[in-house]
């Protein structure tokens, strides 16, 4: 008996984390991304560069961590209205729209896991995400310019 129910067990224990780690690569934060330096006035931050479709589409989803002067920055292939959501994103975030010439058209708050629409309040050719509070800690508002954009590519 004793051996039937251990091997029961065994069995369903492995069918178990075979389910949580197929589970677990879908749920996974993608890889660190190259990254490129911006500045913001007197302020520098790193941000990775998601500029594929993939990549944009994936974000800091499932990320726990995020260091102070660190972002990611999102490059579209035109600029057009953006609206982001928090979907499977532990993180709470800011977010800022930014247009084609580099300025920031709005600046929005998120809360981690929400499906909460953030429109951008024009056409943007980025958005970059850092830590809640980042930008208003540091007195940034819509209308700054963000330096540096240039070395990001182009969105595909």
Same mark, same amino acid.
């Given at each position: 008996? #004793?051996r039937l129910?251990?091997?029961?067990?065994?069995l369903l224990?492995?069918?178990?984390?075979a389910?949580?780690?197929?589970?677990?690569?879908?749920?996974?934060a993608?890889?660190?991304?190259?990254t490129?330096?911006?500045?913001i006035?007197?302020?520098a931050?790193v941000?990775?560069?998601? /500029?594929?479709?993939? &990549?944009?589409e994936?974000g800091?989803?499932?990320? #726990?961590?995020?260091?102070?002067?660190?972002?990611?920055?999102f490059v579209?292939? /035109?600029?057009?209205?953006?609206?982001?959501?928090? @979907?499977? &994103?532990?993180?709470?975030?800011? !977010?800022a729209? !930014?247009?084609? @010439?580099?300025? !920031?058209?709005?600046i929005?708050?998120?809360?981690?896991f929400?499906?909460?629409?953030?429109?951008? $309040?024009? $056409?943007?050719?980025y958005?970059? $995400?850092?830590?809640?509070?980042?930008?208003?800690?540091?007195?940034?508002?819509?209308?700054d310019? !963000?330096q540096?954009?240039?070395?990001?590519?182009?969105?595909?």
């Open positions: 008996m #004793y129910f251990h091997g029961a067990t065994v224990l492995l069918l178990a984390f389910l949580a780690d197929s589970t677990f690569a879908q749920g996974q993608q890889p660190r991304l190259p490129v330096p911006l500045s006035g007197q302020h931050l941000a990775e560069v998601a /500029a594929s479709p993939e &990549t944009r994936r800091l989803m499932f990320r #726990y961590d995020l260091k102070d002067n660190e972002g990611m920055l579209f292939p /035109a600029a057009q209205r953006q609206s982001f959501w928090m @979907k499977n &994103t532990p993180l709470p975030l800011s !977010i729209f !930014i247009d084609a @010439k580099g300025k !920031i058209l709005n929005r708050d998120m809360m981690p929400t499906t909460d629409g953030h429109p951008s $309040e024009g $056409e943007a050719l958005a970059l $995400e850092v830590n809640r509070g980042w930008f208003a800690q540091r007195g940034i508002k819509a209308g310019r !963000i540096g954009l240039d070395k990001a590519g182009k969105g595909r």
